[in-house]
């Protein structure tokens, strides 16, 4: 009786310090996301003290058009990561010098073979570890229409408030098709304007897949919103949208200004509160 007495106290003592393990442990995932976005608003900030003007929220000739490359991609000069042979560091950080270095048109699209090894690359800062998705994946067409493997991420440009294939080139956000923000442009305010925030593997669908660091590939699903998003109702909203922002974290997602300061938003925000972080120049 009293070894089972034991046994009982121990199995009490396991299912109360189980949780609090578990919630240490997503506590330190937390926070490694949170340095991810802030290194990354970080290399944004060095891209404007070069350029006079942060990324474009993906670089094209039509809405869906190529090259496509992402806001990420051309950061990964700033972010010190490695690129294909074929994509030097000028041409990242400006495709339009590919003239210039005399780069030619087929290795500036993403979908060029050359860019295979580019396209899967794994890159941690671009990773929340609290996703269990894995790191690449089928990008497809339509359902069961697979093209290539791509990288995932879980971090987009804030696009703002607008649905992003209706309007994308003019987001009121910072990050939209051939955009070329300043900051002296977002007249709300640099400590009031997200600029980044977080998306999770965990959207509706089974097979549309995850957002990526790569860029607006023509012909995808949804090409545009896997590299920006909308605020559109609130970050893990369970109604929530594809571009919609969200996380693995309970209680909302992380964001970053654009002053560089890391914000976890609720997500039991009031949502006119939240759209109107969404805005660069909406006078709110």
């Known amino acids: 009786m009293e070894l089972l007495v034991v046994i009982g106290i ?10 609090a393990v578990q919630a ?3 506590a330190h995932r937390r926070i490694e996301c949170q340095n991810n976005i802030r290194q990354m608003g970080l290399a944004l900030h060095n891209h404007h003290d070069v350029y006079r003007r942060l990324p474009a929220g993906w670089v094209s000739i039509a809405p869906t058009g190529e090259p496509g490359w992402a806001w990420s991609a051309l950061l990964l000069e700033s972010l010190q990561q490695p690129t294909s042979p074929n994509v030097t560091w000028a041409a990242a950080a400006e495709p339009a010098l590919a ?22 690359t794994r890159i941690a800062l671009f990773l929340c570890p609290s996703d269990p ?23 987009a440009g804030v696009f703002g408030t607008g649905v992003i294939e209706n309007t994308a080139s003019a987001g009121n956000g910072v990050f939209y098709q051939n955009s070329k923000t300043r900051f002296a442009d977002i007249l709300d305010g640099l400590g009031n304007t997200i600029i980044l925030g977080e998306r999770t593997s965990r959207q509706p669908g ?3 897949g995850s957002a990526t660091w790569v860029g607006a590939v023509p012909g995808a699903y949804r090409g545009m919103a896997r590299v920006v998003g909308r605020a559109g109702r609130v970050p893990n909203d369970v109604l929530g949208d ?7 974290h309970p209680f909302g997602a992380n964001f970053v200004m654009a002053d560089n300061s890391v914000r976890m938003i609720s997500d039991q925000i009031d949502p006119a509160a939240y759209h109107a972080l ?7």
């Open 99 to 120: 003239v210039a270095i005399g780069l030619g048109p087929g290795a500036m699209q993403i979908a060029h073979n050359s860019n295979k090894a580019l396209r899967e």
């Open 242 to 248: 594809f571009a919609d922002f969200g996380s693995w």
């Open 206 to 208: 089974s097979w549309e």
């Open 10 to 19: 121990v199995a009490i003592l396991l299912a109360l310090l189980l949780p």
């Open 133 to 155: 998705a894995d790191e690449v994946f089928l990008l497809c067409s339509g359902p069961g229409a697979g093209m290539f493997e791509v990288a995932r991420s879980n971090y």
């Open 278 to 284: 969404a805005t660069r120049a909406g006078g709110e």
């Open 24 to 26: 240490a442990r997503e």
